[in-house]
């Protein structure tokens, strides 16, 4: 299969409020009141956290049969550390995104433990946000 690009666009036409689009599809991402947003939806990094759990999930199940898991039901919790301080420019010291995420996978299935655990790491290993997360892709921008 060839390599594939996607692509979004956000638009932030007044305030923080910002829409984002791809494949004609839309969400709004927003901040919460007490960091200059309006609280209409969730900010970036909960996004982020959000796609992470997804993308596991998506892995979860697009891999359990094959990897020998008779999974019933999956939910992924996501959590990361963030001190604001950082992206508000308060603490030059601190970092500006998350110095921790954490996952905790909520799996029924009829496996056991042992089974399952070394299914976590095939998703690790196989999770694309994770790999972007851990291995940085190279970044670059240019002004339209």
């Not at 829409?19 to 947003?37: I, W």
């Not at 609280?39 to 199940?61: F, H, Q, S, W, Y």
């Amino acid at each position: 299969m060839p390599k594939t690009t996607f692509t979004t666009v956000a638009h932030a036409p007044a305030n923080l409020e910002t829409t984002v689009t791809s494949r004609g599809m839309s969400f709004t991402l927003d901040e919460p009141t007490d960091l200059g947003g309006t609280n209409k939806g969730m900010n970036p990094v909960e996004a982020l956290l959000g796609a992470l759990g997804a993308c596991k999930c998506i892995v979860v199940r697009s891999f359990a049969a094959a990897q020998g898991i008779k999974l019933n039901d999956v939910k992924i919790e996501c959590s990361g550390v963030l001190d604001p301080d950082g992206f508000m420019g308060k603490n030059p010291e601190a970092k500006i995104g998350f110095s921790e995420i954490h996952t905790r996978f909520h799996i029924d299935a009829d496996n056991t433990r042992e089974e399952l655990v070394a299914f976590l790491d095939f998703v690790k290993s196989h999770c694309p946000v994770q790999d972007t997360l851990s291995n940085p892709a190279t970044s670059s921008f240019e002004l339209a």
